[in-house]
């Protein structure tokens, strides 16, 4: 149930904001130096950058020998250079087959070109990866420790091979590098060759620069050494460039060894044609041929020049196809314009394959071999190889045509030739075999020329637009910004987020407001947390302490609840139990008695009875056996050890505590107790699990409901708001037991009159207090006894 006045204890309120204050702060600073110290000891990571330009336009040079006459494609280019064949020529280059480390207080530092020794390794495989010590002597001599324990139980030398225990490579080093390095804690590490080509092929990272500049690309790679990075990436660029120049050398190679071969071949029959001519002409002193026999040599020179071209072509189209039977790689075979083919159809076909082929290496270099589109570009190939060499025979055929032509027409000049004298007729077969070879020589001699100017020409198709360098590098990680501002959030979130939850899934009283805002009913005092956990009896064992002074105001503020009886039966409950009835009531109990009134103390939790040892009683006769008048009452009542208190224990457990508290013999008991006591305390059970206390209320003046600190309910408030608004129990007033908020007045006598002066034994956090405390300390007594004496509605 909601109060619907507004009484705000502002007191409360500020120390409650302050803890929330200081809580803030505290979670703050603790997150905000765990990201400092997080910060200053994680290795920070880098990004390294490189910019590359990559001509795309139609090729040109000795590009026009290639297959295919079309620019590059960007995507073929980027995953070729990200691909594992590129990167690995790109680290046989580089010396990054070991690491060396030097071990830190938290991180271990990698070191490069400054370690004091440097690994040549040897030929062989190497039996240790993991970390191999170098432990120096002297300035020749070290030892070595592979792991932290397994040491090697030889000296080895520097400079020298080392060919035992597994090892393979030899340490390398100076004078001063070795005094230098005497109890430095360094070892290294040997990369596994493929495991160091994989990790740089999958962190490199290409991407175009953006849509304007297609042909730019940009190479980025991550590590924790920038010098390495920027190392890596300006070989990697150039092996990029030297791959391209080699692959267009490659194309001209291959033209000139062909066209070599045939040049060996036509001048031996050029050289066997020179011999035989001019033999023959010295022999039979004929140095020149009557008109008609040279109008037929010169029909069949024409003849023989057509047919010496064709016979080459038809080389050149059995060398194609035998290049391409084999499975042999295609940018490296001759084109067929190089040879003076214009056959627009086979060069299509060849060109498709060739991309299919490119499209295949791709692929290959981004995808695992079980790739569905892998097997289903195969399948393209194959019918486009299939196509490509049906041509191929096509065309073969079809120069076989031509060339059964040509000779038919040889044939006629040659029957021509059969009427002129035996002599002319021999020189002239013997000049046409020499011009036949002397064309065909000349032809291959004038391509040869073509193809060495072309690759003399060669530029490659990359250009480095920016190399990496230093002030390019940025530390990518830790984001110390990111971090710092996370950390500050969390600093806050953490706190927002406990006490919301605590707010929204706290259901139990835990200060005042909270038992202000839920009920109605009069709050008779405050009793704080006890520090005394020795002894229950507080007010007996620490008369002057801060909780004695509570059970005071409780006392001094009872008089203004029936006010009009002179003997008050005062009933004490609860809703559960551990919420501090017992404990209330043995006190209550004594601190009435030490007014010199007679008090009598009723243990009626007959189910659950409260042995009161500390006041020398025992449990073994009592209020149960009384009511089944098994004793008298003078035989249930004993003398307590403090002056003016008796108690009536509960004693035996019976089987029916409520039909006995609904008898005749409690009525008679109190009618009793009532003419020799001036008041009576009783214990009851919790009103919130049986009913046996409301049996009693009956009997009662004044009851009084305990509400503990962190273990009552709000809930529970509400039921005993129902049974006070429906006036089904009078004189009800509240105690709130073992309240922990700060401030020396806070639990105690709170909504007492809060005298405001001095300090109470066993509070000795309070001893040293100021001036300005004191002073506040009294403020809020003040402000805290008129907030009582409000709540009681006097």
């Not at 990496?468 to 501002?485: E, Q, W």
Request: hydrophobic letters at 40%.
């Amino acid at each position: 149930m909601k109060k619907e006045e507004n009484n705000i204890d502002f007191t409360s309120l500020f120390y409650k904001v302050l803890s929330y204050w200081l809580f803030f702060i505290l979670s703050v600073g603790l997150c905000f130096t765990v990201a400092k110290v997080y910060l200053h000891y994680t290795i920070p990571v880098f990004k390294a950058y490189t910019t590359i330009f990559i001509n795309d336009t139609k090729p040109s040079g000795i590009e026009e020998m290639s297959l295919f006459k079309q620019s590059k494609s960007i995507g073929n280019e980027m995953a070729f250079i990200q691909s594992y064949d590129m990167v690995e020529k790109t680290i046989n280059g580089l010396d990054f087959d070991v690491d060396y480390y030097h071990i830190g207080e938290v991180n271990d530092i990698e070191l490069y070109h400054d370690c004091p020794f440097i690994i040549r390794l040897d030929s062989g495989e190497q039996k240790y990866y993991s970390r191999i010590f170098v432990d120096f002597i002297s300035s020749t001599a070290f030892k070595l420790r592979v792991g932290d324990k397994d040491v090697i139980n030889e000296i080895f030398t520097i400079n020298k091979p080392i060919h035992s225990n597994g090892f393979n490579f030899s340490v390398i080093s100076d004078s001063n590098s070795t005094s230098f390095s005497k109890g430095f804690n360094v070892y290294f590490i040997i990369n596994r060759h493929e495991n160091l080509v994989n990790q740089y092929s999958n962190t490199l990272g290409i991407f175009k620069a953006g849509k304007d500049a297609p042909g730019i690309l940009q190479l980025s790679l991550n590590g924790m050494i920038p010098e390495k990075l920027i190392v890596f990436l300006n070989a990697h660029v150039q092996t990029y460039i030297k791959s391209g120049i080699d692959e267009k050398n490659a194309i001209a190679i291959n033209t000139i060894r062909f066209i070599d071969d045939q040049l060996g071949e036509v001048s031996l029959s050029l050289n066997s044609a020179e011999t035989d001519l001019e033999t023959f002409r010295k022999k039979h002193k004929v140095m020149d041929i009557s008109s008609s026999a040279e109008t037929i040599k010169d029909g069949l020179d024409e003849l023989e020049k057509e047919k010496g071209i064709e016979q080459l072509k038809g080389k050149y189209y059995e060398y194609l196809y035998n290049y391409l039977k084999q499975d042999k790689d295609l940018n490296s075979v001759i084109a067929p314009h190089v040879m003076g083919i214009q056959d627009e159809l086979l060069t299509a076909l060849i060109a498709e394959l060739s991309a299919l082929n490119n499209e295949r290496n791709v692929i290959t270099r981004s995808s695992t071999p079980k790739n569905p589109y892998l097997k289903e570009l195969d399948g393209k190939i194959y019918h486009t190889k299939q196509s490509v060499l049906e041509n191929i025979r096509n065309i073969i055929s079809t120069a076989k045509i031509t060339l059964n032509d040509i000779n038919q027409r040889i044939a006629k000049y040659e029957q021509q030739l059969s009427f002129l004298p035996t002599n002319e007729r021999t020189l002239v077969d013997i000049q046409r075999r020499f011009n036949l070879n002397d064309n065909i020589y000349n032809y291959l001699l004038q391509k040869r020329a073509e193809s060495g100017i072309a690759k003399a020409s060669n530029s490659p198709d990359c250009k480095v637009v920016n190399s990496a360098k230093f002030f390019n590098v940025s530390a990518i990680s830790p984001n110390n910004n990111l971090i710092t501002s996370l950390a500050l959030l969390l600093g806050f979130l953490i706190p927002i987020g406990f006490i919301v939850v605590r707010e929204i899934l706290n259901d139990k009283i835990i200060t005042r407001d909270d038992v202000i805002s839920n009920t109605d009913i009069p709050i008779l005092g405050i009793i704080g947390h006890n520090l005394h956990a020795d002894t229950t009896l507080t007010v007996v064992s620490k008369p002057k302490s801060a909780i004695a002074e509570a059970f005071r105001s409780i006392r001094i503020n009872l008089q203004y609840l029936s006010a009009d009886r002179p003997h008050k039966i005062i009933l004490i409950t609860s809703s559960i139990s551990g919420e501090g009835k017992s404990f209330f009531s043995a006190n209550f109990a004594c601190i009435m008695a030490s007014l010199g009134k007679k008090t009598l103390l009723i243990g009626a939790d007959l189910r659950k009875p409260k042995v009161f040892s500390e006041l020398g009683i025992k449990n073994s006769i009592g209020l149960s056996s009384y009511l089944i008048n098994n004793a008298t009452l003078d035989q249930v009542i004993f003398k307590s050890t403090v002056e003016n208190l008796d108690v009536l224990p509960a004693g035996p457990v019976p089987p029916n505590p409520s039909e006995l508290l609904s008898g005749n013999r409690i009525e008679e008991l109190f009618k009793i107790a009532n003419e020799r006591y001036d008041y009576i305390i009783i214990d009851t059970p919790p009103i919130g699990l049986i009913a046996d206390g409301f049996i009693l209320m009956k009997h009662s003046h004044i009851n009084l409901y305990i509400i503990r600190h962190a273990i009552t309910q709000k809930k529970w408030l509400e039921k005993i708001n129902i049974l006070y608004e429906q006036k089904k129990i009078e004189n009800l007033a509240i105690v709130v037991n073992d309240l922990k908020e700060s401030g020396p007045y806070d639990y105690g006598y709170g909504y007492g009159y809060g005298y405001g002066y001095g300090y109470y034994e066993g509070d000795d956090k309070n001893k040293n207090g100021s001036k300005f405390r004191e002073f506040w300390d009294t403020v809020r007594g003040k402000y805290k006894g008129k907030n009582t004496l409000k709540k009681l509605n006097l």
